[in-house]
């Protein structure tokens, strides 16, 4: 007799060896969705993490995640939208009541709730706040006034904080007695009645020390802070730089409002490396795999657009030796190599180059070195290549003097890649200007313009065209 494959429950490991989320958890719960089978689906999903339910929503067809979220009703964890594309956040809170929003995120950490609600627009978000508790929408929406991508709109504002004069003893019965704690901390602050910071202890210390013992007197008075206005890329560097498990978050007053963790900062460099690579593709930092065909072909006309012009460039450069390319075929079939190789290797300087400029290694203490260096790299490739090339190219067709000509092109354009690879992102920097965003288009144009105009004014010398 056939024994039945058991289905998946909450008690089964939801990844595989690669760490992907298993097919067949999907199936059972893609299964459970379409018969509409709420305790079956509660069993499946009841107790996963919400990084594990964000995985799983991503992968659902638009319908399926509606009723997924009907059926778990009340059960639905709503810190599970913080695990997912904002296309999918604002899907699944645009079919949701206002009311069932926002006694979902009132549970949440602030932190979480502000990223949920920033993403909707003002007629939305307004009309959750209205349905929540007013201490609440109060905390929220001071969070919402703070600019985008500020500490202010990361941090939590719950924390721990006591006045200079209690006791250890104080501090201690305080944390054990007191109901609206965090759920995790690992640091004490210290303030006067004007909420402005006066120190810290760590929990180590506040536990390893003696009850009569005075807050003052163990207290750290010198505190890494943050303005609640300042970039959350700063912020993230200022936590890899000193290695800070979390930081009090101030305004311009100098008054405790809130605390940055280090699991926030984990998700702000995972942003914000995101939001750098999908720019030197030429993709919108915004852009998701979730996104609609439309949404995705309109983000990426713009800079297609823009490399179409830089292309003409290159192009017309090749019109202006004409004559030689009909004398000479070779010239055309081997002037894209030149050109292509300049290309890869400014590529691979200016991401060196827009990554350094981010986190801060590159500046103007340092670029001058930095831009030799580069230059020594593009010398020193470009060589070699050129005597790979120039043999190949000899021997392919049968003429020394032709793998002198582009080996002596590749030297140039590849020392030419590297150095515009630097040297834009740097100006680009220098004018405001976003160099993960902007630099691809003109060091393509650059390498372009370099290695056509290069080898074929070197061959039109060589050989007298």
């Known amino acids: 007799m056939a024994v039945p494959t058991p289905h998946p429950t909450m008690t089964d490991d939801w990844r595989d060896d690669d760490g992907a989320l298993r097919s067949d958890i999907v199936e059972a719960v893609t299964s459970a969705v379409a018969s509409n089978d709420a305790a079956r689906l ?102 919402l006034d703070y600019p985008e991508d500020s500490a202010g709109r990361r941090m939590k504002d719950d924390f721990i904080a006591v006045p200079p004069f209690w006791t250890v003893g104080q501090v201690i019965d305080h944390l054990r007695e007191a109901d609206d704690l965090p759920d995790d901390f690992t640091e ?39 303005e609640a206005t300042e970039d959350q890329q700063d912020v993230a560097l200022m936590f890899e730089r000193y290695n800070l498990l979390s930081a009090a978050v101030v305004d311009e007053a100098g008054r405790l409002v809130g605390v940055l963790t280090v699991d926030d900062i984990v998700d702000v460099i995972e942003e914000e490396a995101d939001a750098d690579i999908k720019a030197l593709g030429g993709v919108k930092p915004e852009e998701e795999i979730s996104d609609s065909v439309w949404t995705t072909a309109k983000g990426r006309f713009r800079w297609l657009f823009i490399n179409m012009l830089t292309a003409f460039i290159a192009t017309t450069v090749l019109k202006s030796f004409e004559k030689q390319l009909e004398t000479m075929v070779a010239l055309a079939v081997l002037a894209p190599i030149v050109a292509s190789q300049g290309g890869n290797a400014a ?100 390498t372009d313009v370099v290695g056509f105009l290069g080898f074929l004014t070197i061959a039109t010398w060589w050989f007298k065209i």
């Open 347 to 446: 590529t691979q300087t200016m991401t060196v180059a827009v990554r350094a400029l981010a986190t801060h290694d590159l500046g103007p203490h340092n670029a001058l070195r930095v831009i030799g260096r580069e230059a020594l790299t593009g010398l020193i490739n470009g060589t070699a290549f050129a005597l790979i090339i120039g043999v190949v190219a000899g021997f392919w067709f049968s003429l020394a003097g032709l793998g002198v000509v582009i080996g002596l092109a590749m030297v140039c354009n590849l020392v030419a890649g590297a150095l515009a690879g630097i040297l834009i992102p740097l100006g680009l920097a220098k004018l405001n200007a976003d160099p993960a965003v902007s630099s691809g288009p003109f060091v393509t144009t650059v």
């Open 42 to 143: 509660k069993d499946l999903v009841g107790e996963a993490h919400e990084a594990d339910m964000g995985d799983l929503i991503a992968q659902l067809d638009t319908e399926d995640r509606r009723k997924l979220v009907e059926l778990l009703g009340a059960d639905f964890d709503f810190a599970v939208l913080t695990e997912v594309d904002e296309t999918i956040r604002v899907e699944i809170l645009e079919d949701l009541p206002a009311e069932t929003v926002a006694e979902g995120i009132a549970e949440l950490d602030s932190d979480d709730a502000v990223s949920i609600l920033q993403d909707l627009d003002e007629e939305d978000r307004s009309e959750i706040l209205e349905k929540m508790p007013a201490v609440e929408r109060v905390a929220l929406k001071r969070a």
């Open 188 to 226: 004490v602050f210290v303030i006067d009645p004007g909420y402005h910071l006066q120190g810290h202890i760590r929990l180590d210390r506040l536990l390893r020390t003696k009850r009569p013992v005075t807050v003052t007197e163990i207290m750290e008075e010198e505190v890494r802070t943050v």
